[in-house]
């Protein structure tokens, strides 16, 4: 569980997992109603994913659980 903070939808439920070079992402309010589902592949890139990653991963959050906005 996550919480989204202050002017988001609360408490969200969250399972994410990987394996060479493939992440998966799985989020959603407890009743639903609101849902992400993504993916990542890593492979021979001019970017290092462990540094791009958390805050694509963050504006992704905010705009399906904070309707855009900024996360507390």
């Known amino acids: 569980m996550?919480?989204?903070g202050p002017g988001?939808?609360?408490t969200v439920l969250n399972h994410n997992g990987g394996v060479n070079g493939?992440?998966?992402l799985m989020y959603s309010t407890p009743d639903g109603s609101r849902?992400?589902?993504a993916s990542i592949t890593a492979g021979d890139a001019?970017?290092?994913p462990?540094?791009?990653f958390?805050?694509?991963l963050e504006k992704?959050?905010?705009e399906v659980f904070c309707d855009g906005r900024t996360a507390g």
């Open 22 to 24: 493939y992440g998966a």
């Open 60 to 62: 992704l959050l905010e």
């Open 35 to 37: 849902t992400l589902t």
């Open 2 to 4: 996550q919480d989204t």
């Open 8 to 10: 988001c939808v609360g």
């Open 54 to 56: 958390p805050k694509a």
């Open 50 to 52: 462990a540094q791009v």
């Open 46 to 48: 001019a970017i290092d």
